[in-house]
């Protein structure tokens, strides 16, 4: 499978590329685009600077312009938190997408979108304080009602990015079966 992985707000860390490196393992084709342009950030402020002075239009241009080469052959879109929003934004476009991977989070669902059974999965905290129960209901919803095939994966007590070991909300277990889950989707694809 080939898939194109978005970093979060912190940019292209070490967890992400540990990530790609697992899918790779697994026998998947992975791109890692640097929406950053080399910056990553130390603290959540940080990275809210960095992603702010981008601005979400233009870091939408740029994962657009990261999975141009490769959308024609049918990509899986992934990301973490903000990256999963991006990755959303892309697969809801690409009438080629063959499935979707959530990690940490959501995005808006245009009302005029069709995405006619694109399986879609996504692992999120419970609780988490960016994705609340009332917005995951709404989003649910909405995914189902433009043809998505969703799976929601929820991880009790595990903090907002639980994937990334060097950040106060890891939780190596959620992340384990994280990874674990998301291997077994991918490999159904």
Not at 19 to 28: E, S, V
Not at 79 to 89: E, I, K, R
């Amino acid at each position: 499978m080939e898939i194109i992985l978005f970093h979060s707000v912190y940019g292209p860390r070490p967890a992400v590329h540990a990530a790609a490196d697992r899918l790779r393992a697994a026998g998947h084709q992975v791109h890692v685009p640097d929406l950053y342009e080399g910056q990553t950030a130390a603290s959540v402020e940080e990275a809210r600077e960095i992603k702010d002075r981008i601005g979400w239009d233009e870091l939408v241009r740029r994962a657009v312009a990261a999975a141009a080469p490769h959308s024609g052959r049918g990509l899986v879109y992934a990301g973490f938190s903000m990256g999963a929003a991006l990755a959303q934004v892309l697969a809801v476009a690409d009438e080629k997408a063959r499935g979707l991977l959530l990690l940490h989070g959501t995005y808006d669902v245009p009302e005029d979108a069709s995405v006619d059974g694109l399986p879609v999965r996504l692992h999120v905290a419970d609780p988490d304080p960016f994705e609340p129960d009332d917005w995951l209901n709404t989003w649910y919803l909405a995914m189902a009602r433009v043809g998505a095939d969703v799976e929601v994966h929820r991880y009790r007590g595990a903090g907002h990015l639980y994937t990334d070991p060097d950040l106060d909300d890891h939780d190596a277990e959620a992340a384990e079966r994280t990874w674990e889950a998301s291997l077994e989707f991918l490999g159904g694809l």
